[in-house]
């Protein structure tokens, strides 16, 4: 049976897709989240399923005028999704269907690992045009929905004639308020997701929290390496700073 610990050090043909569909992730102590650190492949691979469904989605839309035109990618957590399906989108394209143009839009709805604003901030606007365009926006992740939710409103009250959703994974709650038009897997809710762009973030903002429940340098480490898989380089030059704060 895979599972986490063989997956977030394999590579290549050793990496099992099926798994990386629903993954649990794992639980360190005195903490109330579960983490799951997605390697670099996972996603690249996992982000080229998701935009064949797009392409699949653009070839059943040329005649109705509904295929995507413009994507916006939801800072900061559909950078590196956005980054990655450009390639696949805009010079990956079927010929004949338009060119989709990237835009970004600035939303957030966390402080740090689990701690939530009470509504979500628009940390700055459309930065291209979408009136009377079907809108693509890009995020890592859907949550509990609220910030899909929310951007979906905010585009269409813009002038979007349609919007379309995309995320890596969705959890429960987002299912239910906000499910996705494209995604790649889903997880529990008390899930923490460490993507590639946030490996130092979790870090930063997880450790101090350790520290306080009682937790010395060593056993933080123990956490991260062993348990969740964390990079050793990487945890050796970002744990004392994180520490020390």
Not at 115 to 129: A, C, F, K, M, T
Request: glycine share 8%; aromatic share 10%.
């Amino acid at each position: 049976m895979t599972n986490y610990k063989q997956q977030v050090i394999s590579s290549g043909d050793q990496i099992d897709l099926d798994f990386w569909r629903k993954p649990e992730g794992v639980r360190v102590p005195d903490d109330e989240l579960n983490f799951l650190l997605i390697p670099d492949e996972v996603e690249s691979r996992a982000l080229f399923e998701v935009a064949r469904q797009v392409h699949v989605y653009q070839r059943n839309h040329l005649d109705n005028g509904e295929a995507i035109t413009r994507a916006l990618i939801v800072t900061m957590g559909g950078m590196l999704p956005g980054v990655l399906l450009y390639d696949h989108l805009v010079d990956g394209r079927d010929p004949g269907v338009p060119k989709i143009q990237f835009g970004t839009i600035g939303v957030s709805l966390y402080k740090g690992p689990g701690l939530r604003y009470e509504n979500p901030r628009v940390q700055h606007g459309i930065s291209i045009p979408v009136s009377e365009q079907t809108v693509l926006l890009i995020d890592d992740l859907g949550d509990r929905g609220g910030t899909m939710d929310f951007l979906v409103d905010y585009v269409a009250d813009s002038g979007a004639c349609k919007v379309l959703t995309l995320a890596l994974y969705m959890k429960p709650a987002a299912m239910n308020l906000c499910p996705a038009d494209f995604f790649f897997g889903e997880t529990p809710q008390d899930t923490w997701i460490i993507t590639p762009r946030e490996r130092v973030e979790t870090i930063i903002k997880r450790v101090p929290m350790w520290k306080q429940r009682g937790a010395d340098q060593a056993e933080c480490y123990r956490r991260l390496v062993d348990i969740i898989g964390y990079p050793a380089e990487l945890v050796d030059y970002y744990l004392p700073r994180a520490f020390t704060q």
